[in-house]
């Protein structure tokens, strides 16, 4: 089941030579004609004239060269039950996808449906993606979904979790076994999460044992988080039990009164907001303005294709179309740009390591297409324009850890077809699944 990604192709030394460099961090600056160097998986030089000397080189003019995009919050495992709840709400998406789909997932689909939800994240430049896989029915579920990722060559951070309508398989002997077995050795690219139900949905005495295990395997947590129905106040009930943490990566929370949200800045932990998917299911009001105010690092997440778009620019766009709804204070393009690369990274704790195109950091990159017929003339406001108007027809090349996925508007994966064959007829068996 395994296909290890040997598709990816990674010399020693890449130059993207002329780009139109749009950098993220420390804020949000556009550079034309710059070339960016990549030697071994790793930014050495940004910069203009750099020498080609030993390099293969990607002609980047009339490209936009952009860090690779970190989705914080994706069940990436569903793409197989793509839009199957594009009108349901948060209650009859729960018993759909959860109560009666779930259960019908194979080790099969679970493959494919990692397999393929990554490489759609890498179609359309998400590099980096915390996959939130409540899907463990058996150990098996947890070693294909493992695969999937490994399979499509994404950098992910893997969160471990089990099916909310399924306690009995919540067994912490499962995962420890599944990182002896799948994450003893050095791969860097994917990583292991714990991701529990928590203690707006699971009683605090469950949840200490979860944040135990965590700790036990120096894991980092990925958590849902409201108002009920378990714990009114789920953040007050973790500081009780002396449980708050800087590993914990905290969702949606759109139902929480702003000192909880406080007590998460304080802690160091991080929030990960999925707005397109809060708003069409009805979890609460716009959340991006109220983290900015209480100062907590913040990514996005697209969170579910059973229900919206699985690419960061309709996300981008979401996110500043409901924060302008919202109270508090204005936010603009180059805001979206830092939360959906720097700000995302920050909030997987890997901001050392990628969300920016910093010299040093992992050569996570793409680049776009400025001589699209949407993106054209665009010379105004490079990074206004990626946020407004570009879309993942324009990713025409897509690198992680310097290694190619995408080139020239094409995925390089040597079983896209099969894969895609296999999604379609999961896909097919499940939409009959009684
Ligand atoms: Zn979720």
Redesign the pocket.
Known sequence: MTTPATHTHSPDRLLLRGGTVVDTDPHVTARPNTDVLIEHGTIVAVGSGLSAEGAEVVDARERIVLPGFVDT???VWQSVLRAVAVDSDLGDYLGLVLGRLSPAMRPEDVYTGNLVGALECLDSGITTVQD?S?VQHRAEHGDAAVSGLRAAGIRAVFGYGHPPFDPAARDPRLVRDLRERLFAGDDELVTLALAPGGPSYTPIDVVEEDWRLAAELDIPLAV?VGSGPVAQRPIEALRDRGLLNARTLY??GNSLPDDELAMIADSGGALSI?PH?EAQMGHGAPMINRSRAVGLVTGL?V??VTSGPGDMFSLLRATLLTSQLAEGSRLFAADMLRLATIGGAAALGLADRIGSLAVGKQADVILLRADAVNLVGATHDIAGAVVASAHPGNVDTVLVAGRTVKRAGRLTHPHLSTALADAHNSAARLATTP
């Open positions: 919050h994706r069940h939130f409540h849902h969702i949606h999925a998917i997440g969170d579910v």
